[in-house]
């Protein structure tokens, strides 16, 4: 089986990390194409911060454009790491919005990823109490071989 294409999805959290070590390992050893990608689910889950007192459109833009803001460095920060350890690997990046477990499932169908790897646990750990770990359903809707990184 050849591994041409790489999903690795990030969150800023030590697991994603891990797991994004072991992407460009795997990238390296196959000479595999990686996309690291970053899901925010926040808005897209309708969820809104406790200290808000007053919802209005304004509030919830400011609010979008920051978290936006907030997954954009956690996604530069692992591109720009990933590019650093391996210069000679083809690496890109891709944010979305919306269920992560979803999303990153999705892109890595459309895409035609031959694996994907994700971290055994992300930052999101009261949802994963709640509704289940995004790694479990990550294995269990994906079309191709998951890595969980420990």
Known sequence: MLIRNILVAVDGSEYSNRALDFALDLAEKYGSNLTVINVSEVLAMGVVPQESTTYSFDNMSILSKDLRKIHEEILSKALSYAKAIKPGLMIS??????????????????????????????????????????????????????????
């Open 93 to 150: 990046s891709l944010l979305r919005e919306g269920d992560p477990a979803v999303e990153i499932v999705s892109v890595g169908k459309e895409g035609a990823f031959d694996a994907i790897v994700i971290g055994h646990k992300g930052s999101g750990m009261v949802r994963e109490r709640f509704l289940g770990s995004i790694s479990e359903k990550v294995a269990h809707l994906a079309h191709c071989p998951v890595i969980i990184v420990r």
